[in-house]
Nanobody, 120 residues
Framework: QVRLVESGGGLVQPGGSLKLSCEASGSFFSIGDMGWYRQAPGNQRELVAR???????DYADSVKGRFTISRDNAKNIAYLQMNGLRPEDTAVYFC??????????????WGQGTRVTVSS
């Protein structure tokens, strides 16, 4: 079992910044890709950014140049630095991790989400 705990959400004005964190804990052998997804009311959950264990990142077109994903493998933490926030970035942000258990089987784990509201 892996537990992902997100933090860092909140209310911010347009143009502002927030940094989200996602810490993984529990019993696992390894963590592979980690990612951030978001879901706005009435919308489907969408990928925002993801990063491999080696540090290769990719982003949704809507956040390129504004958001930066990073991770600390030693601490099992992923971050999402969000700059230039827009009202359309308002959503609940979820952390995802591709984890390997001690039987060397991969499984997906999700956090509970952290709310980001961009409004003046």
């Amino acid at each position: 079992q892996v537990r992902l705990v997100e933090s860092g959400g909140g209310l911010v004005q347009p143009g502002g910044s927030l940094k989200l964190s996602c810490e993984a804990s529990g019993s696992f052998f390894s963590i592979g890709d980690m990612g951030w997804y978001r879901q706005a009311p009435g919308n489907q959950r969408e990928l925002v950014a993801r990063i491999t264990k080696g540090g290769t990142a990719d982003y949704a077109d809507s956040v390129k140049g504004r958001f930066t994903i990073s991770r600390d493998n030693a601490k099992n933490i992923a971050y999402l630095q969000m700059n230039g926030l827009r009202p359309e970035d308002t959503a609940v942000y979820f952390c995802n991790a591709r984890c390997m258990d001690h039987d060397l089987l991969w499984f997906d784990s999700w956090g509970q989400g952290t709310r980001v509201t961009v409004s003046s």
